[in-house]
């Protein structure tokens, strides 16, 4: 039974880990940013989702606006926050060191932070419509809400898309290009600049989906953005930076790794991420799934 709860657990823990980890890894791979700022990505997906689903479900409104609401707050929030940060100070920082890149993300970062109270305060916000309205079903025992294996689904199908979206279509294919070499890319004449900004967007679009999508989970209040960007960057290190596949087995060794810590200690939960990390870079440095790097002569 432990070990059914430890499966169940982790696996839902992942789903949502993934997706905010899959628009870091996408932002890292394409761009070579590490953007802190993908925490406060998240975190006001999160209020904003919780802001609109206290509106929606204030009237006497259909359930499934609820959950329509969850990604057009995550499109809001990307289609404007990311084309504000990537045009207004990253292309500003591009082709310097990547530690000024990640040190001008903190600052936006820290800024976005002093933003969330500004406009919503230190109150929580609660928004759980979406996830008590679906109830709960009997698995192996164990009532599991039927919002968590929704959550799970939608990691499947964002995963998906995103690899048939680069892998399928033309313009995944020029992306893939600039990922591998951007400077080739661009004597090709592919613009990257504008390559540049769409993954931006798309990556917080990703970060701001997860934080809407948890919304209804958790209480939504100041510091839910430093937490999520801490076990994010455990993911993509874990599974190499700038790869997908990586997301998606750091994202459930992550999970999993959790899970078995509060339910067999919890004592070590805060620890056992930052352990299983330590262990995986001590035999593999570049993360599991890393990409070879050309060396330059």
Do not use: C
């Amino acid at each position: 039974m432990i070990w059914t709860a430890i499966l169940i657990d982790g696996v839902v823990y992942a789903a949502w880990l993934f997706i905010v980890a899959l628009g870091l890894t996408l932002v890292f791979g394409v761009m070579k940013i590490l953007n802190v700022a993908h925490g406060a990505f998240y975190a006001i997906g999160a209020y904003a989702a919780a802001s609109l689903i206290g509106v929606w479900f204030a009237g006497d409104r259909p359930l499934v606006g609820g959950y329509v609401l969850l990604v057009v707050a995550s499109l809001a929030v990307g289609l404007v926050m990311g084309t504000l940060l990537e045009r207004g100070v990253l292309r500003l920082v591009y082709g310097r060191d990547e530690v000024v890149a990640a040190l001008a993300t903190y600052a936006v970062f820290l800024i976005l932070e002093d933003f969330i109270l500004l406009v919503w305060g230190t109150d929580p916000y609660f928004a759980g419509e979406p996830a008590t309205a679906l109830g709960a079903d009997d698995w192996f025992g164990l009532a599991v809400s039927n919002y968590d294996l929704l959550l799970v689904a939608v990691a499947a199908v964002v995963g998906l898309l995103l690899w048939l979206g680069l892998n399928r279509t033309r313009t995944g294919k020029l992306l893939l290009a600039v990922i591998h070499d951007r400077e080739m890319s661009a004597a090709f004449g592919i613009d990257v600049t504008l390559m540049f900004t769409m993954t931006f967007v798309l990556g917080a679009f990703l970060g701001a989906l997860g934080g809407a999508l948890t919304a209804p989970k958790i209480s939504v209040a100041p510091g839910i953005g430093v937490e999520v960007i801490v076990l994010a960057f455990a993911v993509v290190v874990i599974g190499g930076m700038g790869s997908i596949p990586g997301a998606v087995v750091g994202a459930l060794i992550v999970g999993l790794a959790r899970a078995a810590a509060v339910l067999l200690l919890p004592s070590v939960e805060l620890f056992v991420v930052y352990a299983v990390m330590t262990l995986v870079l001590a035999f593999r440095p570049y993360g599991l799934f890393a990409r070879a790097q050309a060396r330059r002569i």
